[in-house]
């Protein structure tokens, strides 16, 4: 009977660790959570929507990074505002938004994850090759540009073939979704904001093999 019990538990926690894991994954993708496309987005259209946290009335604003930082304690989930009321008991008076069923758990993951890696904003300062631009050239394109037939005939495996398509013009028009260009990752989403401003960051301080 013990040990009947004690599988069930040991099993029960392993279906949480793995459930756990399952979700990070999902929030995490590879990269750091990127401020403008996933947690600016679902702030302005759950908080900062007319008559509520436009900074017009006497609520405080949530338009901009500045105006959320305010709310936030850099690599403190529960010591920040912010996460503190979209976790709230929803029948509490602090649960935002009020009279609703709160922010889909996602954005509620994305805004943790990013609280927790520090809440910074999208900076492209010290954009290099090796650690920005070829980490998600291989993350997002490589499979299926590389090896003895690359798709389109577009090898982006190194310094050199990323460089060329770029010079070609086909790779900026590709991630930016741009008419005329095939959009890529194929079939995929969009690159995040961050990870294409890193790239033209790049692109524009003159493609440094760094
Ligand atoms: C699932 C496979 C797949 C992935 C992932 C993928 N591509 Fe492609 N790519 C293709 C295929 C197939 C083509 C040929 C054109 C087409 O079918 O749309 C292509 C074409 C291209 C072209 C030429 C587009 C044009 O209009 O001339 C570029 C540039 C390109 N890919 C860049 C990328 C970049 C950069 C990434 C990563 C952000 C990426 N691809 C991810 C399959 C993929």
């Known amino acids: 009977m013990r040990k009947t019990s004690a599988l069930a538990v040991m099993l ?7 459930s756990c894991e399952h979700e990070s994954e999902q929030v995490n ?3 750091k959570v990127c401020f403008p496309s996933e947690v600016l987005p679902p ?30 304690t850099p690599g403190k989930p529960s010591k920040s505002k912010l996460h503190d009321v979209l976790t709230a008991n929803p029948n509490s008076e602090k649960f935002m938004p009020p009279n609703s069923s709160g922010l889909a758990k996602k954005y ?3 805004i943790s994850l ?10 492209t300062s010290n954009v290099t090759f090796a650690a920005n631009v070829q980490p998600i050239i291989d993350t997002y394109c490589r499979s299926c540009h590389s090896g003895a037939e690359p798709s389109g005939g577009i090898n982006l495996i190194d310094y050199t073939s990323i460089k060329e398509c770029v010079e070609s013009g086909r790779l900026l028009g590709s991630i930016e979704h741009l008419t005329d260009y095939s959009p890529m990752p194929k079939n995929k989403d969009k690159l995040c904001d961050c990870n294409i401003a890193e790239i033209i960051k790049w692109i524009n301080n003159g493609m440094p093999n760094n």
């Open 43 to 72: 702030i302005k259209s759950n908080c900062a929507m007319s008559g509520c946290h436009t900074g017009s009335g006497e609520l405080l604003a949530l338009n901009t990074y500045n105006d959320i930082l305010k709310i936030v």
């Open 12 to 18: 029960f926690l392993g279906f949480l660790l793995a």
């Open 108 to 110: 509620i993951d994305y």
């Open 29 to 31: 993708g590879t990269t």
């Open 114 to 123: 990013w609280i927790l890696q520090g809440a910074k904003d999208l900076d």
